[in-house]
């Protein structure tokens, strides 16, 4: 009896000492077999150690139930264990109101189904397969008009619940920190010329038409917003990204912010690397280094190649352009490809002189109203309200590739 009491002890101090590093199923093993070998003699103590068993296997699930859900709360990526894409958002969307969008009356007006989360936007994570360039001379190292790289993905993300927002614009400045050796006079000042802008938040949108028949068929439903939405609203984002928005209270796309470049060079290649090199951390004294270049697919694709013009050998430096995993570098700057900044020129930047900002999460809405009712179709809108804040003006460069 003695030993069978000192048993139990011992099985108490494991399970309380030792409850995290054990399995449940491993600790209710131990109380089965305990409770067997005992035969009832310890009925009480028995229940008693189930019940603040179960009770502590309760309060740790709870904790983890909490921790999971602080983990993966929309928009956060810090310590997130997955980052669900776009697209993964939007078919779990669709499919959680299949049974809404199978049974929607004619001439209904519309069918709201928020997306609770943005997701990862970028086209690697929405489209596996998609390479934005590869290391050869065919046709997909060429890029189609619905680009496979974003450049809002390539900027720093920030989000508001404003109508605008209001950031400090850097206009040069004056003086610098430096040594001080004599007690006698001041210390070095340094000014910042820094002024208020306000970007205001624009609409981003798009539609698409589809027979009603569709509906009936959730999973191709799926695949077809998926690819047809996403790549025009990404689309978009581009020419927003680089021209901005003109109208009542515009904001200011990369383009009309970027300096104009002021070096000496006359190779495609030679301007690219100067400019970001040479110029922004010239002009910005250090504080921006260069991370991007935008070029249009075909000029990618012939600084890339660059041959000589009387031998046809690939000549440049070693290093100074370089195709890695799927992307192509000219010294050291990820190229963006992208048709809309058009043939013969390019833009180089510091992404972080730039902030992308969302206001609303893409919202996805089905439509069906009586001149759609009567074709038998269904409309469905996709729109987000994005802006953009652009800190510095120089450390940004624009220019032809070749010298005019």
């Known amino acids: ?17 030792n409850f995290e590093q054990k399995s449940k199923t491993d600790i209710q093993s131990a ?53 669900k894409s776009f697209n993964d958002i939007l078919a779990e969307t669709i499919e959680a109101n299949a049974d809404a969008i199978r049974t929607s009356k004619k001439g209904m007006a519309e069918l709201n189904f928020e997306m609770k989360a943005v997701g990862d936007m970028s086209i690697g994570a929405n489209f596996p397969g998609a390479t934005p360039f590869v290391q050869e001379v065919r046709n997909p190292m060429i890029e189609t008009p619905y680009n496979r790289v974003w450049l809002a993905d390539l900027l720093p993300q920030g989000t508001s619940s404003g109508n605008s927002i209001i950031y400090p614009k850097e206009n040069g400045g004056e003086g610098a920190a430096g040594l001080w050796l004599d007690p006698a ?13 306000s970007a205001f938040f624009k609409w981003i949108a798009g539609i698409v038409v589809v ?3 569709m509906l009936d068929d959730i999973p191709f439903l799926t ?26 209270n515009p904001v200011q796309g990369l383009l009309a912010a970027a300096t104009a470049y002021d070096g000496t060079y006359t190779a495609a290649v030679d301007r690219i690397i100067d400019s970001g090199w040479g110029q922004i951390v010239e002009d910005t004294f250090d504080f921006y280094q260069p991370t991007t270049t935008v070029l249009t697919p075909r000029d990618a694709v012939a ?9 046809g050998e690939y000549d440049l430096p070693n ?20 048709t809309q900044i058009g043939t013969g020129n390019f833009l180089t930047f510091d992404r972080n002189a730039v902030m992308f900002v969302r206001r609303m999460q893409p919202e996805l809405r089905m439509f069906e109203d009586a001149a759609l ?6 409309m469905f809108r996709i729109e987000e309200r994005v802006t953009m804040a652009i800190f510095n003006n120089q450390a940004l460069v624009k220019g032809a590739l070749a010298a005019v």
């Open 373 to 378: 009712a009567r074709r038998n179709k269904v």
């Open 223 to 248: 695949s077809y917003l998926q690819n047809k939405m996403l790549i025009s609203l990404k689309t978009a984002e581009n020419s927003f990204v680089l021209n901005g928005a003109g109208g009542t």
């Open 185 to 197: 006079v001041d210390k070095p000042q340094m000014d910042f010329d820094l002024t208020s802008q």
């Open 211 to 213: 027979d009603r028949e």
């Open 1 to 17: 009896m003695e030993d069978l009491k000192k048993e139990l002890e011992g099985l108490k101090t494991d399970i309380m000492q």
């Open 319 to 338: 290093g100074s352009v370089a195709f890695a995993n799927g992307r192509l570098t000219v010294g050291g700057l990820t190229v963006a490809p992208t």
């Open 31 to 83: 109380i089965d077999a305990f409770e067997t070998k005992s035969k009832g003699v310890y009925d009480l103590e028995v229940k008693n150690l189930q019940a603040e068993f179960e009770k502590k296997s309760d309060a740790m699930q709870a904790h983890l139930d909490k921790l999971d859900l602080k983990i993966n709360a929309p928009g956060r990526t810090e310590g997130k264990l997955e980052v």
């Open 303 to 311: 600084v890339g190649l660059n041959k000589a013009a009387g031998s």
